[in-house]
């Protein structure tokens, strides 16, 4: 006698969400199977983000009911997703610095954690059992963010996990990182587990998963099966016929100096902060030069100190053209014609409370959105507005409130708020992290534009494809010191895996010795 197929491990019916102003899910219908590992796939602001919440109980939909291996549920919350054996690692991880492994996953587990030992136990053999090897002794400070991820995914791991939720996990990770994921993710599905997994890289969507859901504005617009198609057509799916196909760019060798760091050595006041190590870096005006390196090597303490929030103890240590800046703060050196796309999207990029337009202020104002001392608001809504239109933010109006943005929307508005500007000096970090594809491109293209137009810029990035495609000249950041930069035609991405490493200059050490 034939067996009946297992009824799908979840089941969307018609899930709806309405946000003011915003039909974020429109009547959503999706199955996934038993051992499934399936994609979830959508242009900035599509619903995806929302969706999850709804699975993992953190947003009530409006209509709609879920099924959980064939019978209704009402998730009540995450608490009660994680009994059924729901587990989610979100885009950010939430882990105490000082705290141990098993403490923070003791914590994130409450009443089920049991006592230390036996989790940490549990802790390592699940970790190796799965090739994520831990020290559940290790404090989380002293891990790279690939294995601070691994703590999240290993906290969903200790318990029973039946549906595993993952929101752009490979954002953060370095390549040798992603395939070792992959590896985690079969060997979960292998065993039972079902996968719903967030991204905007469609090859690792293709390389990874056996069935994608695509949502366009909040319904679900497309089905297929990733290992049929190619990153083309299903970006096609996504966005609609007209997508950008995928280009190059020329490469230019600037002409003078503009952004010059000399000998630029510092203690980070942050106890877990990276000592940055006699870092000399040159952009030249007409020219895009790109920085990869693993999240958490001394990024933070160079964009601080290149914006002004770090102040030099000589101010010749950096310099704008011929201007020594070292010790003038950011509006000072914005005045001077600096741009600045932080790392942190919301508190820093943009206040979460605030309307797009008084963000648009907060940066602008000095493109005469204050004049005699006075907001002139009317101007400041035109700027809003600009940048919506320009940058296809998807938002009901300008007066919306930065943390209503999707993620991908949020990085659009400020990137295209700092481009418009028209800076002579451009910094950014991760210009495009969590923008949907086209949106990308769209970026990579006023990036160039801007470049053209004879500005300076410098993109520090942990997307080595991006890092390749857009700069001129290249190079990476490890333990606070700086590799060569070289013409980019002149590197590789094997290469620049080594820089990352730390594998550019043997005689680093002796030359951080006082
Ligand atoms: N709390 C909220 N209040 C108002 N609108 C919201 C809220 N949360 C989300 N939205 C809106 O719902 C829509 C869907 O957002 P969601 O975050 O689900 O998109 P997404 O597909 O995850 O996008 P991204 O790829 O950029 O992360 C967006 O237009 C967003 O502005």
Same mark, same amino acid.
């Given at each position: 006698m034939k067996q009946n197929p297992p009824p799908p491990r979840l089941t969307l019916r018609g899930i709806s969400k309405q946000y003011p102003g915003c039909l974020?899910?429109?009547?959503i219908h999706l199955d996934i199977a038993p051992a499934e590992i399936h994609a979830l796939l959508g242009e900035n602001g599509a619903g995806k983000s929302t969706l999850m919440k709804v699975i993992y109980g953190l947003v009530k939909p409006d209509r709609g009911e879920l099924l959980w291996d064939g019978l209704p549920i009402e998730v009540k919350d995450p608490a009660h997703a994680r009994k059924m054996g729901i587990g989610m690692v979100f885009q950010h991880f939430s882990l105490f610095?000082?705290?141990?492994v098993t403490e923070n996953i003791a914590l994130a587990l409450g009443d089920d954690a049991g006592e230390l030992e036996p989790l940490a136990e549990k802790i390592r053999t699940v970790s190796e059992k799965y090739g994520m090897a831990i020290n559940p002794e290790r404090e989380i400070h002293t891990l790279s963010v690939g294995e601070r991820q691994r703590v999240e995914i290993v906290r969903c791991l200790v318990?029973?996990?039946?549906l595993l939720i993952l929101d752009e996990p490979t954002s953060v990770l370095t390549p040798q990182e992603v395939d070792t994921l992959f590896v985690t993710l079969r060997q979960l599905a292998h065993e039972g587990c079902s996968i719903l997994f967030i991204s905007h890289k469609l090859n690792e969507v293709k390389a990874l998963c056996h069935k994608a859901t695509v949502l366009r504005s909040g319904r679900v617009s497309g089905e297929c099966i990733p290992a049929d198609e190619d990153t083309t057509s299903m970006a096609k799916l996504m966005v609609g016929d007209d997508t950008p196909v995928s280009t190059t760019y020329p490469k230019k060798l600037g002409n003078s100096p503009l952004l010059s760091v000399h000998d630029l050595n510092l203690n980070s006041p942050d106890p877990f902060g990276v000592q940055l190590k006699h870092i000399n870096l040159t952009v030249n005006a007409g020219e895009i030069v790109g920085i990869a390196g693993v999240a958490g090597n001394g990024q933070e303490e160079l964009l601080a100190s290149l914006s002004g929030e770090q102040r030099c103890k000589d101010n010749k240590t950096i310099t704008f053209a011929d201007t020594?800046?070292?010790? @003038? /703060?950011p509006d000072k050196r914005r005045e001077w014609g600096l741009a600045f796309v932080p790392e942190e999207r919301l508190g820093r990029g943009a206040v979460p409370e605030m309307s797009l337009t008084e963000n648009a202020l907060l940066t602008g104002f000095l493109t005469g959105l204050v004049q005699n001392g006075m907001v002139a608001w009317k101007k400041a809504e035109a700027f809003a507005d600009d940048i919506i239109a320009q940058y296809k933010?998807?938002?009901?109006?300008?007066?919306?409130?930065?943390?209503? @943005? /999707?993620g991908g929307n949020l990085q659009k508005f400020i990137i295209g708020r700092e481009i418009m500007q028209n800076p002579r000096i451009l910094i950014a970090a991760h210009p495009t992290w969590g923008v949907d594809i086209g949106a990308a491109t769209a970026i990579h293209k006023a990036l160039i534009n801007l470049r053209d137009q004879g500005a300076a810029i410098l993109v520090v990035s942990e997307d080595i494809d991006e890092l390749f495609l857009i700069s001129d000249r290249i190079g990476a950041i490890c333990d606070g010191a700086l590799s060569p930069i070289k013409p980019t035609p002149e590197s590789s991405i094997p290469e620049l895996g080594r820089m990352m490493a730390g594998?550019?200059?043997?005689a680093r050490e002796e030359r951080v010795t006082p």
């Open positions: 974020a899910n429109d009547d610095e000082t705290l141990t318990q029973n996990i039946k020594p800046v070292g010790k @003038l /703060s933010v998807k938002t009901p109006s300008r007066q919306a409130q930065a943390d209503s @943005l /999707s594998d550019f200059n043997p």
